[in-house]
Structures are given as structure tokens and as C-alpha cells.
């Protein structure tokens, strides 16, 4: 395995052995360790002291099943703190296939726009001013054209150009759509900053990374595969309806933040829901069940045809929400449509919903109102001023129009679990290294879900003991390139995480137990920590906004209460 780096100030890419203390990491492991040894913490995010890191996961390559995503960190330009975030997509298995462990950009061009073409053995920078201002759909299309239609191809938007805070890195799905995105925390204008548009990667396996022990492997993935397809979540829920499956799940439980988190509960929820999205990409031709990377299993994404006959791929119930109750909107032709512009322009569908509905708040436009949503929207590739206020994220919105009422933690938008009435997940939020994140410790298993057992959603109860161990997890689970949604069946299988690490022991020949993964989840999460102090972080950071603790949400009329037990999260 090598390392590409890439310094743009010099324009040079070089290849190099990986030191051993990186032999062992993987996916967000190895992007958080290398940013933490190499980015000064106190550096401008979109300078050129910030770098890039992009990681295929310990197991990615392989046959592993679901473990395709691929892992972007650096200094986050809109938390100020160490970020990683992942996606789907044919990027990470073509990376490991070509015996890639990491490609780590650095320095900044002084002008002019650069892609870099990328193969086993060679990796060369070229100049690419006509591609400036491209969409991600058309500037992968033009990619594929040019090089070889098998290409993978990790790339920015106008939005990232134009070093927007809340602009993502994505990289096409199975079909070529550029879809698939490491949306969180505006590490796309990290990639702008650069000067680089793109990276292009060929690679003509997909599955055939080295494996030490090729039989134990086989026998191992087989049984992880049976694992994941005999769970209710992962076998039969996500496959049947997706992640927006839990549209209707989460408005019954009354914690469906809606009207930027004034209520928990819509009443139009179902128009946007996972049951409803099937019934119209069905009729239109489209598809209720598709892989977001080679070799998932759990198939749980989407392709929702529009009527003009754009497809927008996938819409994930994050993003409906955050276009849909959030916004009081309830017209899934109008979610897909904001999610389509979002791949397109570059930016992060979460994070534009919570800005959309600080902008709703102070009056710029109605909630409810789809099409003026869309028109604003369209504004970010024009780089109006206000399209710059919408891109450069939530917290920037509420500053400028002077909303009080801003859903962020370290400065990113809160997902779609309120936390007054999922605390476990309003744990989670307030103390990631990664600002507001649902993904770092998805309390929703315990708290709604009764996955991995229940902890009741409204009581503070376990809420810090069941967010620490869901980070932990995660934080390991994110280093193997395995999918989040593994998780469901982790906690409910004795025999999955065991599982896991059978496969890591055959493919590196290692003899990892159960407890050395948790250990790897506790050093993630200690590196990513003592970066965010040395940048300036404290305990007054790992806090909810103040209205969370001052307004109730119906349908429980509950407030979230917990401080100073947050400060007990990171005590392994």
C-alpha cells in the first residue's frame, strides 16, 4: 500500500511507503491520525497549511459485505475542529484496489483550476481551467468521457470553488452519478482552497485487494453477510423502503423536529415519507431499493425519477426531512428537486435544510413556500450574496439575519432527531468532535428504535453511557469502511462485531480481538479531542443551543436538561 501526496503548491504528487504507525489504520483512523500529526491546529481551515486526507476503509477492496465507504477529513472551515466525514460510492474499492491507503492534498495552488489523474503506479496533476464552474454531473460525465467511462471520480462543485463552509467532497454511485457525498463540515471548500476539481481514479478490479487468508476471509464475509440480511433493520427495513423509512417512525415518536425545530411532529409527514418516496420512484420508473457502493447488501438507497426525468439519487431520509418537515414542506417532488441542486452546486443537504429554515425564521422566505426554497437555492451557483449566506451554513445565516433560534453545535446544523425528546442523540451532538452529528452515536437505536436494547427517549437516564459506547463504536466501525448501518446487527448479534474482527485478522494476518476495536474506537476519538483543544475547543463547546433547555417540544412537552454530565462522555 502507498501514499499519494499531492502538494499544490508545487504541483507535485509523489508517492510513498505508508510508516508503520499507519499500517494498523484505516478510513476515519487514518484521516483524523494524519491530520492530527500534520495540520497545525490552530491553522485557517482554507489556507495551505490545512490538508485534505482521503482513506478507503481497512476493509474496503475486499468482499467484505457494505464495506465500500470512503473517508475525507481535514480541518473543518465551518466547525474550526478536526472533521471526517464519509460516503458511498465506487472511490474507496477502486483506491484500495490500486493499493492506495490514503491520498493526503496539501499546499495551494496560487491560481488556475487542477484535476489529478490517478493509477497504480502513476499519479499526475493536470491544469483543468475549463472545468471551473462545472456541476458535479456534468464534470463527471465529461471525466468519464475523457479518460475511460470506468473511471471513479471524487469531486467538488461550484460551491467548493467558491470555498463555501458547508460545500462537500462527493463521488458517483455504480452509475456514474457524482451523488455520493462526504457532505458534513465544508471539507469541499478545503478541496477548493486547493485549486483541485477533482481526482480521477482508474482501477479495473474492484474486489481484489490482497487477503492474506483467502478461505477464512471467504467464510468470514459469507457469515457477516448472513448476519446483516437476517436482521429486521438491515435485511428487511432499510432494504424495502431505505432510511426514509423512518419518517413515519420518527414523526410517532414525536421527535420529528419540525418548522426548524419548534415542533416534534408533522402532520404531513407521510407525503414525504420512505412508504410514499417508493410508491412514486416506483410508478415513475424509478427505484425503490438500490447499492450506494459494490458490494452492500443492505441496499437501502433510492433513485427518485422528477417529472422533467432528472433522477435524483439518493434522497435519504436526512435530507427529506430536512427539506421536507423541517421546512414545513410536503411535496417530495420539491425535496428531491433541493436534493438534486444540492449533488449538483456541491453542497450538504443537512446543512441547507437547518440554514433554510434559520432564513424561513427570519423572514427571507415562508415556511412552506417549496419553490421560493429552490429559487434561493439556485442562487449558490451564481455566488450571489445571499446564495454565499446559504452556503456558508447555519450558524452564518443566523448571525447576519440576528436568529437566536439556530440548531448547531460547533457551528453545524443538528440532524433530524430533536434531542429534547432523543437525548441520547442530543448527547451526541453536543459532544462529537464533529459538531452536530447523528452519525457519530446513533442513540436513535436505544432511544426509538429499541435496537441494542431501550433506553427511554425523554429521561436522561443512560443517555451519557449509551452515547459514549455508540461513539466508540462508531469511531471503529467508521475506521473499517464498513457502513454505518452494520450497526443495527452489531448490537443485536452477539456473533457480528466477532465477525468483524475474523475478517481483519484474515485479511492482515492479525490476531485482533473484540477489545482491541474498542480500544481503536477510544484512540479515534482521543486524537480528534486533543486536536479540537489544541484549536481552541472547551466544555462551553460540547453544549445544545440555550433553547433546547428553555422551550419544550410538544408532543412531549420536554426539555433537554443535561450539562455538566456531559463532561463525563469521553472518561473511558
Request: glycine letters at 12%.
Amino acid at each position: 500500500m502507498k501514499i499519494v501526496r499531492l502538494n499544490m503548491t508545487t504541483k507535485q504528487a509523489s508517492f510513498e511507503e505508508v510508516p508503520e504507525k499507519y499500517l494498523a489504520l484505516g478510513g476515519r483512523a487514518l484521516t483524523s491520525q494524519i491530520v492530527a500529526d500534520e495540520v497545525p491546529a490552530e491553522c485557517h481551515p482554507l489556507g495551505p497549511n490545512n490538508k485534505l486526507v482521503i482513506a478507503p476503509g481497512l476493509l474496503s477492496g475486499t468482499s467484505a459485505p457494505s464495506s465500500g465507504r470512503l473517508s475525507v477529513g481535514g480541518k473543518s472551515p465551518l466547525t474550526g475542529g478536526i472533521k471526517e466525514a464519509n460516503a458511498g460510492g465506487v472511490c474507496s474499492q477502486k483506491l484500495a484496489n490500486i493499493g492506495i491507503k490514503a491520498i493526503v492534498v496539501e499546499g495551494k495552488a496560487d491560481a488556475g483550476t487542477y484535476i489529478m489523474h490517478l493509477t497504480a503506479d502513476k499519479a499526475e496533476l493536470i491544469a483543468a481551467d475549463e472545468l471551473a464552474g462545472k456541476g458535479t454531473y456534468e464534470l463527471t460525465k465529461i471525466l468519464k468521457e475523457r479518460f475511460n467511462p470506468k473511471v471513479g471520480v471524487i469531486c467538488i462543485g461550484p460551491a467548493g470553488e467558491m470555498q463555501m463552509l458547508s460545500a462537500g467532497v462527493t463521488n458517483n454511485d455504480l452509475e456514474g452519478n457524482s451523488s455520493r457525498y462526504a457532505g458534513r463540515g465544508g471539507l469541499g471548500a478545503v478541496m477548493g482552497s486547493k485549486g483541485l476539481k477533482a481526482i480521477v481514479i482508474e482501477a479495473d478490479k474492484t474486489f481484489d485487494a490482497p487477503v492474506q487468508d483467502k478461505e477464512r476471509f471467504r467464510a468470514a464475509a459469507k457469515k457477516f453477510a448472513d448476519i446483516l440480511l437476517k436482521h429486521p433493520v438491515c435485511g428487511e427495513g432499510l432494504p424495502t423502503f431505505g432510511t426514509n423509512v423512518l419518517m413515519n417512525v420518527i414523526n410517532e415518536a414525536g421527535t420529528l423536529p419540525t418548522r426548524n425545530f419548534r415542533f416534534g411532529r408533522f402532520d404531513k409527514a407521510a407525503d414525504v415519507s420512505g412508504e410514499k418516496l417508493a410508491e412514486v420512484a416506483v410508478a415513475r420508473g424509478g427505484k425503490q431499493t438500490h447499492s450506494c457502493h459494490p458490494g452492500c447488501v443492505m441496499r437501502c438507497s433510492n433513485v427518485y425519477p422528477l417529472p422533467d426525468g432528472i433522477e435524483c439519487s439518493p434522497v435519504e431520509y436526512e435530507t427529506a426531512w430536512a427539506f421536507g418537515p423541517n421546512l414545513e414542506i410536503n411535496d417530495l417532488d420539491v425535496v428531491a428537486r433541493l436534493n438534486y441542486i444540492c449533488n449538483d452546486v456541491g453542497l450538504d443537504t443537512i446543512e441547507v435544510g437547518c440554514t433554510l429554515g434559520v432564513l424561513m425564521e427570519a423572514g427571507v422566505i415562508p415556511f412552506g413556500d417549496g419553490q421560493a426554497a429552490i429559487k434561493l437555492l439556485e442562487e449558490v451557483y451564481q455566488g450571489t450574496p445571499l446564495g454565499r449566506v446559504l452556503g456558508a451554513g447555519t450558524a452564518v445565516a443566523g448571525k447576519v439575519y440576528g436568529v437566536t433560534r439556530v440548531p448547531t453545535v460547533k457551528d453545524q446544523g443538528i440532524p433530524a432527531y430533536d434531542p429534547r425528546s432523543c437525548r441520547g442523540n442530543g448527547v451526541t451532538y453536543a459532544t462529537t468532535p464533529q459538531g452536530a452529528d447523528h452519525t457519530a452515536g446513533y442513540a436513535v437505536t436505544a432511544n426509538i428504535l429499541k435496537v441494542g436494547g431501550f433506553v427511554e427517549p425523554t429521561k436522561d437516564d443512560g443517555q451519557v453511557e449509551l452515547s459514549r459506547n455508540l461513539q466508540v463504536a462508531t469511531a471503529a466501525v467508521d475506521s473499517t469502511g464498513l457502513c454505518l448501518f452494520v450497526a443495527f446487527a452489531l448490537l443485536d448479534n452477539p456473533e457480528g462485531l466477532p465477525t468483524v474482527v475474523e475478517m481483519l485478522n484474515a485479511q492482515y494476518g492479525t490476531e485482533l480481538t473484540v477489545n482491541d476495536v474498542t480500544a481503536l474506537g477510544q484512540q479515534v476519538l482521543t486524537v480528534e479531542r486533543e486536536f479540537n483543544i489544541k484549536a481552541g475547543f472547551g466544555k462551553a463547546h460540547d453544549r445544545l443551543p440555550e433553547f433546547f433547555y428553555e422551550e419544550e417540544l410538544a408532543p412531549h412537552n420536554t426539555k433537554f436538561d443535561l450539562r455538566e454530565e456531559l463532561d463525563e462522555v469521553f472518561k473511558f
